[in-house]
């Protein structure tokens, strides 16, 4: 028998115990959910993107948002009103329990929104709206800025948080 076919025959050989020994090893299976649940996570972050996608499509439309410049002169504490008229924010009577909530239901949104925007949790933020505790000073401040804020500006918020909201219209 010639070299090379010697050689031919050990490969072959070889070749075989090899895939036999891959078919009898027991990492496969492992091998395979680990396969699997990558497949699941990929999908998952395709769907992410896609929304991702949307989210900035709908911002492209509707151009950049403007930040309110100069709502609250932080220095004096004077903050703008309708009329021109300007209102001491340390001076006001804090907010009741259903003041609050007549804010947050005004500007259409959930408590988890504005206690988000508020940097809060919303258990907090419930229990203020419920009469069970009162806000700081601080606090009842920026729900009033909220109040005082347009939509766009509450979406420009919300969605530097990460939290998107298509419009400030309710859906039947």
């Avoid at 993107?49 to 948002?65: A, F, S």
């Avoid at 004096?76 to 009103?81: A, E, V």
């Amino acid at each position: 028998m010639p070299k090379s076919d010697l050689n031919a025959a050990v490969e072959k050989i070889a070749d075989k115990l090899i895939a036999k020994r891959l078919r009898e090893c027991r990492m496969f299976p492992k091998i395979a959910s680990m396969i699997q649940s990558l497949q699941e996570q990929c999908r998952s972050m395709k769907k992410d993107i896609d929304e991702l996608k949307i989210m900035v499509r709908k911002i492209n439309l509707h151009g950049p948002t403007r930040q309110s410049a100069g709502k609250t002169d932080n220095a004096t504490g004077y903050g703008k009103r309708r009329g021109g008229r300007q209102k001491r924010t340390g001076d006001a009577k804090p907010l009741s329990s259903v003041g609050i909530q007549r804010i947050r239901k005004a500007k259409n949104l959930t408590q988890g929104q504005i206690s988000a925007l508020l940097g809060v949790k919303w258990q907090r933020y419930a229990n203020w709206e419920q009469g069970r505790a009162k806000p700081s000073p601080d606090f009842d401040s920026a729900i009033r800025a909220i109040g005082e804020m347009n939509g766009r500006e509450l979406r420009s918020k919300l969605a530097d948080l990460g939290i998107f909201q298509t419009s400030g219209k309710r859906k039947k």
